[in-house]
């Protein structure tokens, strides 16, 4: 887009000819380096697998989207961060149980069919990470609901199972959910913490949280999202989620499962959620809702996974009907 | 005083006044010769009412104006027309010009003095304002005596001078309101008294407390508001300015006039009070030669027609390593393919960048809807879903999301991540729909 004169050395190009420091990369590692807390309470809290698991997603997805470029005489993005960024999420999101093989076909599944043959980068309709999960849960439904217990202690890899918060709600009830961590505030604390069963990344709350500010005070998200995903998780679980109705616990529902993990980065994935920010707000609040409706009358214990991968479609939809409000729009003249 | 005023969303690029800010405006050489565009204005270009060969004077009309949105032109040397032909110009485009061999004598033609001016008929000024080629000098060089004769049913109640100057590196502005404080409120109460209004105002970025102190001064006692604006990219876009200081929202495709404002820049106001006190045509205005591949930055009084190159060597020519020269500022300002083009009306400034300030924008990747774009818009449009429309020749489509209410300030640009040509997407969509 520009050209040289070349008599006089001069550029010419387009207007502006300032622009700021941001770029594609800095925000895909801004956003990896989010991640680095709940990571880290991954590997406090499941081992060494929690390493392997996520390592071998990532090189996987780096060298599925590295070859496919070359492969189609494209130059190569690795650099920019994204790829590694699909790995990891993707990593985040398997329980640490799994054997060698699920990282990489995920990886090598949502690079090749979910991002680069819609287009790569910006094109992708669906969350990588979130499709490779379902993926995976289809083709390895055994595989990928083996829970390891947390023990804190990077001892063998073969450390009990058992289930996750969600499930036990779902099968055997709120008394003996609150039972297995001891009481409730027990509980909670161990939701905050990320010390239950679940996915590698997403059980400790907190560490998601203190990701999320950083992206936010950074300006990579917004609020608009997260906060209509966990105030209508919140809504739902209150009204319907106990004994009649306006008697649930909403902070189970808040806390557990891959809520936080959906809500602060994967339904504010840039490429398939909605741009405007009063449709974010609906995109959330659907998020939310069908997050809800899995949870509390589903066939599944958990629902975040399917409610943003059904958002995302909705998502060109929204942009299209919800529009920024226009300066100078001309309001409805009465008749 | 009042408190700081500005408008929703905008962006806040690094400004590099510093370079020129406080630099007086010195007087540029004579030029040996100059190029005339018929066309520096928007509407119908000049007629050439001069032929090669004829000797003019300064100040004398050479073209006049075809139409009722057009405007006249006036040489700005004395000396002989040499040739009426199509040159390159600063816009990129190539257009009939006059050019004229001065003769260095600089002989003013005759100019009718008002001393009286205050006392002047409505409809005389109007007339001296249109005669004396005077269009808006903030850079769009809209001819000034339209913007004077609003049709019957828009009634005017309050005219805004633009003393915002937020293009980043110019100072052109700064410097007149520094320097001619009292011309410049005179300007104002010709403009007031013309469209018969009683509310003056002077909207100035807060970033220049020494012009916003000299305006202060220069008002006291009249109906005139000095106002402080957040220094944020674009407060001078006239729409952004009015929603500010009057906070009224002109309606989308609509004008000022709809919302019974009428905006002119400070340069402007300056050539009104001059052109009905002295009788002198629009023949000459500031312009900042700035940026970090100049040798001598400065602020100068250019003739209309110099060329660029001329008015770079007189600041000591490029520096080693500039690599880029801009007519206008760095937001909205055209790059030039060579220098041999002439400064015009609509110059505020010639920015030469240096390998330093360069950004590369050779290349740029897919949007990644990020939405930052749309949350700077100062429109509130959704630049990003445009430029995909563009990109893509969906150009049918890019109506539904009020392509024609983009003026291109190019802050959608600024902030794109995937550095994508946002302006030029515009500028091809709009080139390919109708409004």
């Known amino acids: 887009m520009a050209v040289k004169n070349k008599e006089n050395k001069l550029i010419v190009s387009v207007s502006p000819h300032v622009r700021d420091g941001e770029s594609v990369g800095r925000i895909m590692w801004s956003v990896n380096l989010a991640l680095l807390p709940a990571f880290i309470m991954a590997v406090y809290y499941f081992g060494p697998r929690a390493v392997y698991v996520t390592g071998l997603s990532i090189l996987a997805a780096v060298l599925t989207e590295h070859f496919f470029q070359k492969g189609i005489g494209r130059p190569s993005t690795i650099h920019d961060g994204s790829a590694v960024l699909t790995g990891l999420l993707l990593g985040l999101n398997l329980p640490a149980s799994v054997p060698f093989y699920i990282p990489i076909a995920g990886s090598f599944f949502v690079i090749t069919i979910v991002k680069m043959l819609f287009g790569g980068l910006g094109y992708n309709v669906f969350n990588p990470a979130l499709m490779g999960r379902a993926f995976l849960l289809i083709t390895w439904p055994k595989a990928m609901t083996i829970w390891y217990e947390p023990t804190a202690k990077f001892v063998g890899m073969d450390a009990t199972t058992t289930a996750t918060p969600l499930g036990v709600l779902k099968e055997e009830g709120l008394p003996k959910l609150i039972q297995m961590f001891g009481d409730k505030s027990d509980m909670y604390l161990g939701m905050l913490s990320g010390n239950t069963a679940g996915s590698l990344g997403e059980t400790s709350a907190l560490a998601l949280l203190v990701g999320a500010l950083f992206l936010m005070a950074r300006r990579y998200i917004t609020w608009h999202i997260p906060v209509s995903f966990l105030g209508t998780v919140a809504l739902f679980a209150w009204v319907f989620g106990g004994e009649g109705f306006f008697n649930g616990d909403p902070l189970i529902h808040v806390l557990s499962g891959g809520l936080f993990l959906g809500a602060f980065f994967m339904a504010t994935d840039y490429v398939t959620c909605p741009t405007v920010r009063k449709g974010q707000i609906i995109f959330g609040i659907g998020c939310g809702a069908i997050t809800m409706l899995i949870r509390l009358w589903g066939g599944f214990p958990e629902g975040v996974m399917f409610a943003v991968l059904l958002m995302n479609c909705f998502a060109p939809l929204i942009d299209r009907s919800v529009k920024p409000e226009l300066f100078g729009a001309v309001k409805e003249q009465k008749q | ?435």
């Open chain 2, 1 to 435: 005083m009042s408190r700081t005023e500005t408008f929703e969303r905008g962006i806040h690029p690094q400004y590099h006044k510093e370079l020129t800010a406080e630099r007086s405006t010195v007087q540029a050489a004579l030029p040996k010769r100059v190029l005339i565009p018929l066309s520096q204005h928007i509407g119908a270009p000049a007629a050439a009412i001069v032929a090669i060969g004829d000797e003019v004077r300064t100040g004398q009309l050479i073209g006049e104006s075809a139409g009722f949105v057009s405007s006249p032109v006036h040489s700005s040397v004395s000396g002989k027309v040499i040739a009426i032909a199509d040159f390159p110009l600063s816009s990129g485009k190539q257009g009939p010009c006059i050019v004229i061999e001065s003769d260095g004598q600089d002989t003013y033609s005759d100019f009718q003095e008002h001393p009286d001016y205050m006392n002047l008929d409505p409809e005389k000024i109007k007339e001296i304002v249109k005669n004396a080629g005077i269009v808006g000098l903030g850079g769009a060089a809209f001819p000034t005596g339209v913007k004077l004769s609003p049709p019957k049913e828009k009634l005017i109640d309050a005219i805004i001078i633009n003393g915002a100057e937020c293009e980043p590196y110019l100072t052109a502005d700064h410097r007149l309101m520094v320097e001619k404080p009292a011309e410049i409120v005179e300007g104002l109460k010709l403009l007031m008294k013309t469209l018969g209004v009683s509310e003056g105002y002077i909207g100035i970025e807060e970033n220049k407390p020494d012009a916003i102190a000299a305006m202060e001064k220069a008002v006291s006692g009249q109906p005139i508001e000095v106002h402080a604006l957040e220094v944020k990219y674009p407060q001078g876009a006239e729409k952004m300015l009015i929603k500010a200081i009057k906070d009224r929202e002109v309606p989308a495709r609509g004008l000022p006039m709809d919302v019974g404002i009428v905006v002119q820049n400070v340069g402007t106001a300056l050539a009104v009070y001059e052109a009905v006190r002295y009788g002198k045509p629009l023949i000459e205005r500031v312009v900042t030669i700035t940026g970090d591949g100049i040798k001598e930055p400065g602020n100068m009084m250019v003739r209309v027609g110099t060329l660029i190159s001329d008015v770079i060597s007189q600041c000591g020519g490029l520096k080693e390593g500039a690599v880029k020269v801009i007519a206008g500022g760095p937001m909205m300002g055209f790059a030039q393919w060579t220098l041999d083009v002439p400064v015009v009306k609509g110059t505020s400034g010639i920015l030469v960048m240096s390998s330093d300030e360069y950004v590369s924008s050779e290349s740029y990747s897919p949007c990644i809807r990020c939405g930052r774009c749309i949350d700077v818009c100062p429109m509130g449009l959704n630049p990003s879903m445009l430029s995909i429309l563009s990109e893509k020749e969906f150009f049918e489509q890019t109506g539904e999301y009020n392509l024609f209410d983009c003026f291109e300030c190019g802050s959608c640009a600024y902030v794109c991540p995937s550095k994508r040509p946002m302006v030029q997407f515009m500028r091809l969509a709009k080139s390919q729909s109708k409004p």
